[in-house]
Each structure stands twice: as structure tokens, then as C-alpha cells.
């Protein structure tokens, strides 16, 4: 997908259209065809004339570091049939959108697509210590015979053990459906905050993965309302010039999150005073 984010390797900063990953490194690597996200047609296109020469289709549920954008409903569903209907891999990056973040316990699970490969990471260890995974059914994964594929921490029994009480949590104390609840709410409040603001162009997310987008012509980068923010108690993530990202912890309470949306409003006003 064009705009994505899926690490900072040379091979997959190749597969990017984001400068800012890409300035400054190569030679990259040819062979990724990049089509825009949320574009059924564009990447129906790409599979007719390519098909039997493309082996995976990489996507975010949501893609991330390039502003919270969630496709349309009914996307991805379509986009995994198409993948099946040219025996193409659908690869699903859920480091960012998975293990509850965007209210269930994938992205995916919104449209009931069961992604050929899924690649998991970051809070699949509950922030304690880096852990990631990919997954697939028998008939993919046994294609690396041993020794075909290496890793230094590769099965670090310390990470796997981590990572199976992290997912246990997740489960005993729903904190999907807490992601869902709070999230909703979360996004509610920010929508009204909008009607209220004219420079805040737009708000948008599911879950805790939330991001409000303010008017480029606006003379205030998301830098600057990001450290207002910190001023006052509350840490949220630029990304681009004009883009906020909210992702607080699933754990969140009712509490917690009230005070967090009065530190919002309360900064969008002082800004707006300033």
C-alpha cells in the first residue's frame, strides 16, 4: 500500500512510498508494486495483470504512522477475496492494530478476514520486553524447512512465555471490549471537539486508535499542540505536520479518560485563545 509503515529495514523501507523512511538509504529493492490504500479497483487492477507473479499483498487494517486512515467498510473482506481469488497471500500487519487497540482482539476481526500470514508485535508482550510473531497456517509456514530461516532471538523461551500470559490478560480481563467502550467514547468527545474548533479538520479511528487531523492551513503543528498537551499531563503522537495520534493504554478507566478528554478540550481552547 502506498503511505504504509511496516518497519525500517532496507527491504521493507523498499515496499514504502513514505520519504521519510526511504531518504538517505538503498540501493532498494525492485519487485513491490505499490497501490493506494483503500482503493479496491486499484488493487483489483494490479491482480489481473499480475496476478500469478505476485506472491503477498502486505497491508495495515489501519495504516498507522500515516495518520490513522481506516478504510472503508467492507475493504479488506473484499480485498482478501480478491487475494484468494489469484492465489495471493494476504499478509495482515497488526503490530500497531492488533491484540485489542482498535476494539477487538484483531483489526481484522471487525470484518471477519483470517489473514493467510499476520504479523503481531509490540504489546503482544504488554510493553515488558520486545516480542514479535508471524503467524500462519501449516501449509505456509512449513515451506521454511530448518535451518532455511534464522533468527538470533528467534523462539526466546523468555519472550514466549511473556507473551502467552500478555495474551492471557487480554482475554481474562476483556480488555478489547474495554478498547470498544472507551474508544467509543473517546471518539464521541473528539467529534464534538471538532464541531466546536474549526481548525481541526477531521476525527477518526476505532478503538483506542484514534487520531484527529487539523487544518494545514492552521498556524499550530500537531508538534505544538502535542507539547501543550504534555504541559498539562496528557501524551499523544505527532505524525506529519498535522496529524495527532491518541492510543492510550487498554487498561484505561472511566476516570482516567474523563480527565484525559477535559485535558483536550481544555488545551484546544487555551490554543485557540493564544
Request: with cysteine.
Amino acid at each position: 500500500m502506498k503511505k504504509n509503515f511496516h518497519g525500517r529495514t532496507i527491504g521493507i523501507i523498499s515496499a514504502s512510498s513514505d520519504e521519510n523512511s526511504r531518504k538517505g538509504f538503498g540501493p532498494l529493492l525492485p519487485g513491490f508494486v505499490k497501490v493506494p490504500f483503500n482503493d479496491i479497483k486499484a488493487l483489483s487492477a494490479v491482480l489481473e495483470k499480475h496476478g500469478p507473479r505476485i506472491c503477498g499483498f502486505l497491508v495495515e487494517p489501519i495504516q498507522g504512522e500515516a495518520g490513522i486512515i481506516v478504510p472503508d467498510d467492507g475493504y479488506l473482506k473484499k480485498a482478501y477475496d480478491l487475494c484468494s481469488k489469484h492465489n495471493v497471500l494476504f499478509i495482515g500487519d497488526e503490530i500497531q492494530t492488533g491484540l485489542g487497540r482498535t476494539g477487538k482482539m484483531l483489526c481484522c476481526d471487525w470484518e471477519s478476514v483470517r489473514p493467510d500470514i499476520l504479523i503481531l508485535g509490540k504489546a503482544l508482550s504488554g510493553g515488558l520486553l520486545p516480542v514479535s510473531a508471524v503467524l500462519a497456517d501449516d501449509k505456509i509456514i512449513s515451506v521454511m524447512d530448518v535451518g532455511s530461516h534464522g533468527s538470533t532471538y528467534g523462539g526466546n523461551p523468555l519472550a514466549s512465555a511473556v507473551g502467552i500470559a500478555s495474551l492471557q490478560v487480554l482475554i481474562d480481563e476483556d480488555l478489547p471490549e474495554n478498547s470498544n467502550r472507551q474508544g467509543t467514547k473517546l471518539l464521541s468527545s473528539l467529534k464534538a471537539l471538532k464541531k466546536k474548533h474549526s481548525f481541526l479538520k477531521d476525527v477518526r479511528g476505532r478503538g483506542l486508535f484514534i487520531a484527529i487531523e487539523l487544518d494545514p492551513g492552521y498556524t499550530k503543528t500537531a508538534w505544538d499542540l502535542c507539547l501543550f498537551f504534555k504541559q498539562r499531563g496528557l501524551l499523544a503522537k505527532p505524525t506529519h505536520d498535522n496529524i495527532i495520534r491518541f492510543a492510550p493504554p487498554l487498561v484505561i478507566g472511566d476516570s482516567e479518560l474523563d480527565e484525559a478528554i477535559e485535558i483536550i478540550s481544555g488545551g484546544l481552547d487555551d490554543m485557540t485563545n493564544k
